[in-house]
């Protein structure tokens, strides 16, 4: 393991450094050898004027008018011919071009998005400058001024395609390269729905989003602020690699968004989109019979209207859009038994049920007395016939129990054995508001703020036991939220070839979220002593118990959540930003530079990650396991034995953070040929290390003191002396050749920077720290015992006072998260080779390869690791075959204990590799430590098939071939390579077309071209538009059932928990079986007997000697495919010569094909659970069994 780097002297931020940046912004735009630049707010015209002859014509004036504000600007064609015009709102212009002895010649219909250039060259015929030629063409197809990767959404494509919830971020899907990653931020601080969707092998959160022109994105989700209302969407860009030097903070590419602006012309829309269960199809695999479908109502509506307030000067657009969302949903989750719940309240404890094969699915769970042996399994006793005497079991429990339903389903089973329903609800209102000013022909400016606000509630699924909840995303409690977003900013043109704009943003995300009953002391009733304690506002509720149960007859690797899944969680989060650009045109080259500073805040009261405050309780069976048997949770309850127990204390509730970024950039396109284009820039990117807000607020652990650094204490200011570093620049680079008139190549490398995931380089860690708040981790002393009784309670947490000198000595059972002492900024080096080839006038073809390699990243899974976790050299394996290892502890001359093989508890630790790190500080917590360490890698091949909208068609087709790598963080500071592997989220395959079609009848149609106008009314007016997804499997890890006898680093299930490899034959054994009518589950792998014993083979798998790991590698065999198919149908009624009434019927997954979820990954659990499916893919993956939309719009 590499230690975070040693304290060096604390540096502040000289004056210095923002001088110097201008410098070097200056230096490289004046002095290097500078078509269009990327715009975040605007686009570009650029051309080249000739005459018939093909010579060039300098000094043609060309005028670009924008044809529904009625504004225009004019320039010169330099001594090349050539022009171009920058800062261009998002619209549709004309461009018209005169000069002496030549006809004026005008093309019209030339389309500009935000960050593209069309480029319009114009051939001027001899004759009269009076005469007039229009110029008719297709809009360019072929990428000539950049190298960018990129997908251009125009507004008929977010309009007309099917799109479920009308959610914006959902069209990063048309983008080659992207899938979702099968799960999502919770509803509860997520209320905008934004989808979690990885970019070139590059997981979500490092996205990053701009709405006109400002910073869109939270750095601590990751998520859109604004997920804008589809109906204020201008266009949309997706640029997945090789972005300019404007932009930055993204390391899985760039969403740009812009919303719609006033005209001289009024235009407006309403709408209702509604759907409910009576449209939806069911779940053949856990909904089951009639009426299996719980109820569900969805309408969103809305509308907009925009226009003119002053003719070509001043002009308005605003819009609402609401939701009425009620969710039914259906819990299939496990309880005890009938006969369990009866005996466990009334007096001897019965479980005799568990070891009934009948009712278990061949499994039996046999409970033995962990008082028989406190250190490990041989010798413990058994309870006879599985009962418990009434005088063991803790009273809390018994308590809990009684408010814990009877089970309701399965026959007598004892897993699955309780299905809830229950509904919530889920409403939510957002409007913006946008004005632009063209104040002089040289001088826009223009204006937007949106507010969004969101209410969510559910009911948990076990009443008064608590549990999950019937909201959505599982959630129990209410939750309210309020997102605002502002932008304003401005154009001027000091000359012809000097430009500048400025912006301002600002973003507020609030989210209040409380648990059931979140202010009564609830704990406390059943019996716990030192849950709710304190302010019950916070402390309140019931306290969560996570209970180890039988699942399928997986001897009891999965957990049931009782109590309280959701609690009081306050967070205010923003952030204001000044950009500054300047744009300075010489000759062929286009020189453009600017800044872009940030300042940020965050202020959270409530749960440190998940570690509720009124506390976690685990329970899991191998406290009461043996020899043989892995025991059952639900015993381990009864008994009161608490294996673990996490909650957040609080000392102070106003602590919160800030944060500096400061971007500046330069960067030139210079036109080298006709046909060659050159693209260079620098960008430099200073994350200052966040601070908090006052003396005390906040420490950091060193992990080379085991102190934490207190804040505004003992020489330490309000960033801990975190070290920053200043040396992130970012080149990019981009070579555009125009081979011949119909062919481009296109190369590209660029280094971007990212911010990290929640907490990583702000937020989450500073004021979740001694002493502003801790997280209490009590830790059984093995795997096998229990740490103290539930009777008794969790001991209390008193804070200490804090040292003069600053710095507090982090005690044992205390967890505390912690970063790098020198930020660790996420990395990645991405480069691309693309041919774009066109193939007619609205139709091309583009093949490319793209590659990355990222560094200081987020796992693939978390973006945290535990370095106190227990090596596996030194395992427990005395009664093992020869060859396990045993190392001795040299402090004690025997063989390590579990808590000595923790590297922070006696510093003598090392893994099997010999490494060896850590101190003596005595702990045996878990520590959360953001190290931003992983390693990620990144090969595609991507196709995209491209018709531009002619004779009422379009579409839009893309296959990528991606292999994508990255480190897990099990195992990783004592061998990082042991969880190297696929990516978890990374589909090989994926294949994306999406079109829209006006079908050929009606007036002026290929079909009935001539009809009376009430006959067109009836046959004309029908859209198809439609999604295509074919994608492959997701990579899954197997397992075998008895791991946890062979190493205690990973639990069954868990990714280091793998078999060996047999032979090269892994994974021929899987294939998509028939569907069990009875049991409603899909075989994908056949169950193998048990791997009972060291180097047993069976299959193509076979048993690890006890102490080491099994030779497969991570995410090695891939499960099944998804296949999924979103159709829509479009009416028109042209009512009046502007106005138009559309009914339109949606189908999702519209001929209901069930995507298979992943099979359970364990190889020898046994036939009723090895290798099967039990449900679909997950409604995060984008697909669920078919549903039904209906809407209708109005538009004028």
């Not at 969805?298 to 819009?319: E, P, T, Y």
């Not at 000198?805 to 480069?831: H, K, S």
């Amino acid at each position: 393991m590499s230690l975070p780097d040693r304290p060096r002297p604390a540096r502040c931020f000289s004056s210095r450094a923002p001088l110097a940046a201008l410098l070097l912004i200056f230096a490289f735009g004046f002095f290097s050898s500078s078509s269009a630049f990327a715009q975040a707010v605007y686009g570009s015209i650029f051309g080249t004027v000739t005459d018939n002859t093909g010579a060039v014509v300098p000094g043609a004036t060309v005028t670009i008018t924008d044809t529904t504000k009625g504004t225009s600007v004019n320039v010169q064609t330099n001594p090349t011919g050539d022009y171009r015009v920058d800062h261009l709102i998002p619209d549709t212009y004309s461009v018209t071009v005169a000069a002496s002895g030549f006809q004026t010649s005008a093309v019209p219909g030339v389309v500009v998005y935000a960050d593209t250039a069309p480029k319009v060259n114009v051939k001027l015929e001899i004759g009269s400058a009076t005469t007039t030629v229009q110029v008719t063409g297709a809009a360019p197809l072929l990428q000539t001024d950049r190298a960018d990767v990129s997908t251009v959404l125009n507004t008929r494509a977010i309009e007309d395609l099917p799109n479920l919830g009308r959610n914006f971020t959902s069209f990063e899907l048309l983008t080659p390269g992207t899938t979702y990653i099968g799960w999502s931020v919770g509803q509860s601080t997520n209320p905008q729905q934004s989808q979690q969707i990885e970019v070139n092998g590059q997981l979500p959160f490092a996205t990053g989003y701009e709405l006109d022109g400002t910073d869109n994105q939270d750095p601590i989700q990751g998520v859109a602020v604004i997920n804008p209302n589809l109906d204020a969407v201008s266009e949309m860009k997706v640029t997945s690699q090789n972005y300019d030097a404007e932009f930055g903070k993204a390391v899985a590419g760039l969403v740009t968004a812009q919303t719609r602006s006033g005209s001289n012309d009024f235009h407006g829309s309403a709408f209702e989109f509604r759907r409910t269960d009576a449209q939806q199809a069911r779940d053949p695999f856990t909904q089951i019979g009639s009426g299996s479908i719980p109820s569900f109502v969805h309408n969103q509506f809305g509308g907009s209207l925009g226009g003119r307030i002053f003719k070509d000067k001043l002009f308005f657009f605003g819009d609402y859009q609401g939701l009425r969302e009620k969710t039914g949903t259906t819990i299939l989750t496990t309880v005890p038994t009938a006969l369990a719940h009866t005996s466990c309240t009334t007096g001897d404890c019965n479980l005799s049920d568990y070891l009934n094969t009948s009712l278990s699915g061949g499994s039996t769970y046999q409970v033995y007395d962990p008082e028989t042996n406190t250190s490990g399994l041989t010798g413990r006793t058994a309870f006879t016939d599985n009962i418990i005497p009434a005088s063991r079991l803790s009273t809390p429990a018994i308590n809990l129990m009684k408010d814990m339903p009877l089970p309701n389903y399965g026959n007598g089973s004892i897993y699955d054995n309780y299905a809830g329903s229950g509904s919530g609800g889920f409403n939510t209102d957002q409007f913006d508001v946008r004005i632009d000013y063209q104040i002089t022909p040289k001088f826009h400016t223009f204006g937007r703020y949106t507010r969004f606000n969101s209410n969510l509630d559910g009911d948990p699924v076990f009443g008064a036991a608590g549990g999950p909840g019937y909201g959505l995303s599982d959630f129990a409690g209410t939750d309210t939220a309020l997102d605002q977003s502002v932008a304003a900013g401005g154009d001027y043109a000091l000359s012809n070839s000097w430009l500048t704009d400025f912006r301002f943003g600002w973003f507020r995300l609030h989210i209040n979220e409380e648990g059931p009953d979140y202010d009564q002391a609830l704990g406390t009733a059943l019996g716990i002593p030192g849950v709710n304690q304190g302010d019950l506002s916070l402390t309140g509720g019931l306290p969560q118990f996570q209970i180890g149960v039988p699942s399928n007859g997986s001897n009891g690797s999965s957990t049931v959540t009782y109590g309280t899944s959701a609690e009081t969680y306050l967070q205010t989060e923003s952030q204001f930003q000044g950009v500054n650009n300047w744009t300075h045109s010489v000759g062929n080259h286009n020189i453009k530079f600017g800044a872009d500073i940030r300042y940020a805040m965050n202020h959270l009261v409530g749960v440190n990650n998940n570690n509720l405050l009124s506390g976690q309780f685990e329970f899991p069976g191998t406290v009461t396991s043996g020899t043989g048997s892995q025991g059952l949770g639900f015993a381990t309850f009864m008994l009161g034995d608490v294996y673990s127990f996490y909650r957040t204390e609080l000392q102070n509730t106003s602590a919160a953070e800030r944060q500096k970024r400061m971007f500046f950039y330069a960067q030139d396109q210079w036109r080298a040929t006709q046909t060659l284009t050159l693209s260079y820039g620098l960008r430099w990117e200073l994350y200052f290390p966040e601070s908090v807000a006052g003396k005390g607020q906040g420490g950091l652990l060193d992990l080379n003191t085991g102190d934490v650094r207190i804040a505004g204490y003992g020489g330490y200011n309000n960033s801990m002396n975190v070290n920053m570093e200043y040396a992130h620049l970012a080149p990019r680079l981009g070579v555009a050749w125009q081979v011949r008139p119909n062919t481009v190549v296109r190369a590209g490398y660029g280094r971007v920077y990212g911010m990290g995931w929640s907490g990583d380089t702000f937020g989450e860690v500073l004021t979740f720290s001694y002493p502003t708040a801790i997280v209490q981790n009590l830790n059984a002393p093995n795997s096998y015992y229990y740490n103290f009784n539930l009777t008794d309670g969790p001991p209390s947490y008193t804070f200490p006072s804090i040292p003069t000198n600053g710095n507090y000595v982090l005690p044992d059972g205390i967890e505390q998260p912690t970063r790098p002492l020198t930020m660790r900024i996420p990395t990645l080096d991405a480069w691309n080779f693309m041919v774009q080839q066109q193939l007619s006038a609205t139709s091309s073809l583009q093949i490319g390869y793209i590659g990355s390699h990222g560094i200081h990243n987020m796992f693939d899974s978390s973006n945290q690791a535990n370095p106190n976790q227990n090596t596996l050299a030194g395992f427990d394996c005395s009664n093992a075959p020869a060859g396990c290892n045993l190392p001795i502890n040299p402090n004690t001359g025997v063989a390590y204990t579990y808590d000595e093989r923790l590297p922070y508890y006696d510093g003598t630790a090392q893994s099997e590799l010999g490494v060896k790190f850590g101190a003596p500080y005595g702990w045996t917590q878990s520590l959360r430590y953001n190290a931003n360490q992983a390693t990620t890698s990144y090969q595609a091949l991507q196709v995209v098939y491209e018709k531009r909208f002619s004779q009422g068609f379009q579409l839009l087709s893309h296959y990528t071939w991606s292999h994508a790598r990255a480190n897990e963080s099990d195992y990783f500071f004592m061998n990082s390579r042991a969880d190297y592997g696929n990516s978890y989220y990374n589909r090989r395959n994926v294949f994306v077309t999406a079109g829209n079609w006006d079908l050929p009848f009606g007036k002026n149609k290929l079909v009935g071209s001539n009809v009376p106008g009430w006959v067109n009314q009836i046959i004309g007016g029908f859209v198809l538009n439609g999604t295509l997804t074919w994608e492959g499997g997701l990579p899954f890890t197997p397992y075998y059932s008895l791991c946890t006898e062979d190493q205690d680093v990973d639990g069954a299930g868990g990714t280091l928990c793998r078999p060996n490899k047999v032979g090269s034959q892994l994974g021929a054994d899987m294939h998509i079986g028939s569907f069990d009518p009875v049991a409603h589950t899909v075989r994908y792998f056949p169950n193998y007997p048990t791997l009972a014993t060291a180097g047993q083979v069976e299959g193509p798998y076979s048993r690890p000697n006890p102490g080491t790991f099994g030779n497969i590698e991570r995410d090695s065999l891939w499960g099944p495919g998804l296949i999924n198919t979103d159709l829509g149908l479009t009416k028109k009624f042209f009512l009046t010569e502007k106005l138009n009434m559309q009914l339109q019927a949606q189908a999702f997954n519209a001929f209901n094909h069930a995507n298979l979820g992943q099979p359970n990954a364990c190889v020898d659990c046994g036939s009723t659970t090895s290798g099967l499916i039990n449900d679909i893919v997950a409604s995060q993956d984008g697909t669920s069994m078919r549903r039904l939309q209906f809407s209708a719009r109005f538009q004028f």
